[in-house]
């Protein structure tokens, strides 16, 4: 079994339902939000394990991206500039003085066309946006296409794909929080976590990556063996600290391997797994969340969510022996992100 429905919210707005026999994922084509996820827990039980806002019209300013598609460049730009052939561009400085997500006219809050379609082993929906030349600074017209995909093995498959007729910059995420407890019943504090990544980058206290640390061995960034996140949450590294004692850094990924990402939570028995061809992600553990937004199940507080932002990193602007984030006019960006939901024990 596998279907697709469409509810009109709004004027402009739908939310999309794509459910299998085990799961459901809900979006709107606002912002390509990502409203619902339902899995079942280790007796069935099916709950949300993503963080969304109980009013939608809280989603036309958004300050958390709340599960939304982030772009042109997810993450920081420092001093809100870019420089393409000798010639510098001034973005959003939507920050500070830096510019974070894409701006004040990202991707996150823009209307995208859609067309649904099913598959043999899948259904789904196509987005499509065209930001034009100039928009939040940035150069180039850039056709943009994100594809959400709920297959019948429990797959949530992300690609992303884009054309530029200008040199450009570009590297785009969803950004949703997820909580495998249920319905948000606990923080992710008990979320064990296993990254294949042994390189982080160094944030400043703008959160501004500033070097590349080149072994996490045996500090609160090994994630290789599995590691709760609550570790991060306590610690005295100060990396931990400055980012609101908890982790908002990129994770480099050691190699192509069957998942770069493992998400296991003992009490609910929910276990995510994910698989990109980006080479690296942020993680973030809501450590600035702003307490007391009403939320779908609760109100929203401090480490109630946890984002895996797979991207390449916006530091690569700045840093050396980075991967790149430049988008050439000969060049198709083509990107995927799979998320895949499991149990840890199957109940008899
Ligand atoms: C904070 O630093 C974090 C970002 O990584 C996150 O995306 C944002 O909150 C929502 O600024």
């Known amino acids: 079994m596998i279907d697709l429905k469409k509810e009109k919210i709004n004027d402009d707005w739908y939310e999309f339902t794509l459910s299998n026999h085990f799961m459901s994922i809900s979006f ?18 099916k709950e949300n394990i ?8 809280h989603y036309e300013t958004n300050p958390l991206y709340l599960g939304a598609i982030i772009g042109r460049v997810a993450g920081r730009i420092k001093n809100a500039t870019i420089q393409i052939q000798n010639t510098e561009y001034k973005l959003d400085q939507n920050e500070s003085c830096h510019h974070l997500h894409g701006g004040k006219k990202g991707f996150h809050n823009v209307l995208w066309d859609f067309n649904t379609f099913q598959e043999e082993d899948g259904i789904g929906v196509t987005f499509t946006y065209t930001s034009p030349d ?24 992300i690609d992303y794909e884009a054309t530029t007729d200008k040199e450009t910059v570009l590297t785009l995420t969803n950004h949703s929080y997820f909580n495998l407890s249920g319905d948000l019943k606990n923080t992710v504090s008990d979320h064990e976590v296993t ?27 090994d994630f290789r063996r599995g590691k709760l996140l609550q570790e991060g949450f306590v610690s005295h590294n100060e990396q931990n600290q400055l980012v609101g004692c908890g982790y908002d850094h990129y994770f480099l990924f050691d190699q192509q391997t069957a998942n770069q990402v493992i998400v296991a939570n003992n009490d609910s028995g929910r276990i995510m797994k994910i698989k990109t061809n980006q080479p690296g992600m942020v993680m973030y553990t809501a450590n600035g969340m702003q307490e007391g937004i009403r939320l779908n199940e609760v109100k929203s507080k401090k480490y109630l969510g946890v984002c ?41």
Do not use: H
């Open 28 to 45: 709107l084509n606002f912002g390509g939000i990502i409203t619902k996820i339902l899995v079942p827990d280790k007796y069935g039980t």
């Open 50 to 57: 993503v963080l969304c806002y109980q009013d939608y019209t």
């Open 134 to 157: 100039g928009e939040s600074g940035y150069p180039g017209n850039v056709n943009v296409k994100v594809t959400y995909r709920l297959t019948i093995n429990n797959e949530f498959l």
């Open 195 to 221: 990254i294949d990544s042994s390189r982080i980058l160094k944030l400043d206290k703008d959160l501004i990556p500033f070097d590349i640390v080149e072994d996490v061995s045996e500090t609160e960034f």
């Open 308 to 348: 895996f932002e797979t991207q390449a990193p916006s530091a690569s602007l700045w840093l050396n022996d980075l991967p790149s984030i430049t988008l050439l006019p000969n060049e198709t960006y083509k990107k995927q992100t799979i998320f895949s939901f499991d149990m840890v024990e199957k109940k008899k």
